[in-house]
């Protein structure tokens, strides 16, 4: 996501941009009268694309975009926030993340997000906007499915269909909008949605590099017909977590890499299946990738190596919160 651009029209709404830009890691801005015009920067940050959050009245952030206001599909979520941070109005872009960060501000707040978009007052998300740990696949497709719901038409899902389920989706076997929730590639009609499901665990010698470690990755991905947009994480031995192929490699699939103690993965010792000697007596473990991959849940795919690599794929039963998965990899 841009840097959003988070501002206050007035002193009474200081506090409350101020708490806003803190958790989002943005800067703010104090405007309005007296303290600097606001007009240029929301219409900068509205061409660039870059989410707005203006503490101010509705039509006030309207009046500022004025003329810029441009193509539904293009558009960035824009909100508006009242001053003491109890109301938040998404404007623009209720489908591109305006929804959310209005839900998110109004529990920080213990406030209400004012949602006005239809679908999102029959369903808890849009399927434009799905929660945390899914990525739709085919996303052309999600304005005619939405269509055929809100004409009364139901879901027919392969896989999992708990989390739409409790959404309010209406799921029955006979459905007439295909769905296929899998983290495998696939041709389908319907829509496809990967749940963030799949841990590339990873091993190296120091004279990996980057290169090498993303093919490697993507080579297992492609040849077990797995999604990239399924992973969740890079994982590996906490020794190897300033290297820089595999913060490289992290970066490539705008994915965490996250690491694990010996013990950790020591766990996973019975488990592996192509333990090897050699590893055993240079780290005091039998695998690395395995045992990496294993922390998901089960191994999906056993050790791939390269010249100075090695990779698994481990999956989870379902979306990966990586808050809790391993530790935070540290440059």
Same mark, same amino acid.
């Given at each position: 996501?841009?840097?959003?651009?988070?501002? *206050?029209? /007035?002193?009474?709404?200081? $506090?409350?941009?101020?708490?806003?830009?803190?958790?989002?890691?943005?800067?703010?801005?104090?405007?309005?009268?007296?303290?600097?015009?606001?007009?240029?920067? !929301?219409?900068?940050?509205?061409?660039?694309?870059? +989410?707005?959050?203006?503490?101010?009245?509705?039509?006030?952030?309207?009046?500022?975009?004025?003329?810029?206001?441009?193509?539904?599909?293009? $558009? +960035?979520?824009?909100?508006?926030? /009242?001053?003491?941070?109890?109301? @938040?109005?998404?404007?623009?872009?209720?489908?591109?993340?305006?929804?959310?960060?209005?839900? &998110?501000?109004?529990?920080?707040?213990?406030?209400?997000?004012?949602?006005? *978009?239809? *679908?999102?007052?029959?369903?808890?998300?849009?399927?434009?906007?799905?929660?945390?740990?899914?990525?739709?696949?085919?996303?052309?497709?999600?304005?005619?499915?939405?269509?055929?719901?809100?004409?009364?038409?139901?879901?027919?899902?392969?896989?999992?269909?708990? &989390?739409?389920?409790?959404?309010?989706?209406? !799921?029955?076997?006979?459905?007439?909008?295909?769905?296929?929730?899998?983290?495998?590639?696939? =041709?389908?009609?319907?829509?496809?949605?990967?749940?963030?499901?799949?841990?590339?665990?990873?091993?190296?010698?120091?004279?990996?590099?980057?290169?090498?470690?993303? =093919?490697?990755?993507?080579?297992?991905? /492609? $040849?077990?017909?797995?999604?990239?947009?399924?992973?969740?994480?890079?994982?590996?031995?906490?020794?190897?977590?300033?290297?820089?192929?595999?913060? @490289? @490699?992290?970066?490539?699939?705008? !994915?965490?890499?996250?690491?694990?103690?010996?013990?950790?993965?020591?766990?996973?010792?019975?488990?592996?299946?192509?333990?090897?000697?050699?590893?055993?007596?240079?780290?005091?473990?039998?695998?690395?990738?395995?045992?990496?991959?294993?922390?998901?849940?089960?191994?999906?795919?056993?050790?791939?190596?390269? /010249?100075?690599?090695?990779?698994?794929?481990?999956?989870?039963?379902?979306?990966?919160?990586?808050?809790?998965?391993?530790?935070? @990899?540290?440059?």
């Amino acid at each position: 996501m841009k840097t959003p651009l988070v501002f *206050s029209m /007035s002193p009474k709404g200081d $506090e409350i941009a101020r708490h806003v830009a803190q958790l989002l890691g943005s800067p703010v801005h104090f405007l309005g009268p007296g303290r600097g015009m606001a007009g240029d920067m !929301v219409r900068e940050a509205y061409g660039a694309r870059a +989410p707005i959050i203006g503490v101010c009245a509705v039509g006030h952030l309207i009046r500022l975009i004025g003329p810029e206001i441009g193509e539904k599909i293009d $558009e +960035p979520p824009v909100l508006a926030v /009242s001053a003491d941070g109890k109301i @938040a109005v998404p404007l623009l872009g209720s489908h591109r993340g305006a929804n959310a960060l209005a839900r &998110w501000i109004a529990d920080m707040m213990r406030g209400t997000a004012a949602i006005t *978009s239809f *679908s999102d007052t029959l369903y808890e998300f849009s399927l434009e906007d799905p929660p945390p740990g899914y990525v739709v696949a085919t996303p052309e497709l999600v304005k005619p499915a939405m269509a055929a719901l809100l004409k009364g038409e139901k879901l027919r899902v392969e896989g999992p269909s708990g &989390w739409l389920e409790l959404a309010g989706y209406p !799921v029955a076997a006979d459905g007439s909008v295909p769905l296929v929730v899998s983290a495998t590639l696939q =041709e389908t009609e319907g829509l496809l949605v990967h749940p963030k499901t799949l841990v590339a665990g990873l091993g190296c010698t120091g004279a990996a590099e980057a290169d090498e470690v993303i =093919e490697l990755i993507e080579t297992t991905l /492609s $040849e077990h017909r797995l999604a990239p947009q399924a992973l969740a994480a890079l994982a590996t031995f906490d020794t190897r977590k300033a290297h820089p192929a595999l913060l @490289a @490699a992290a970066d490539h699939f705008g !994915v965490p890499l996250r690491t694990f103690a010996r013990r950790d993965l020591e766990k996973e010792r019975g488990k592996l299946e192509t333990p090897s000697d050699i590893v055993d007596a240079a780290t005091g473990l039998a695998g690395i990738c395995e045992a990496a991959a294993l922390k998901a849940g089960r191994l999906l795919v056993p050790k791939q190596t390269s /010249s100075q690599a090695t990779c698994a794929i481990g999956q989870a039963p379902g979306p990966i919160d990586i808050a809790k998965f391993g530790k935070p @990899a540290k440059i």
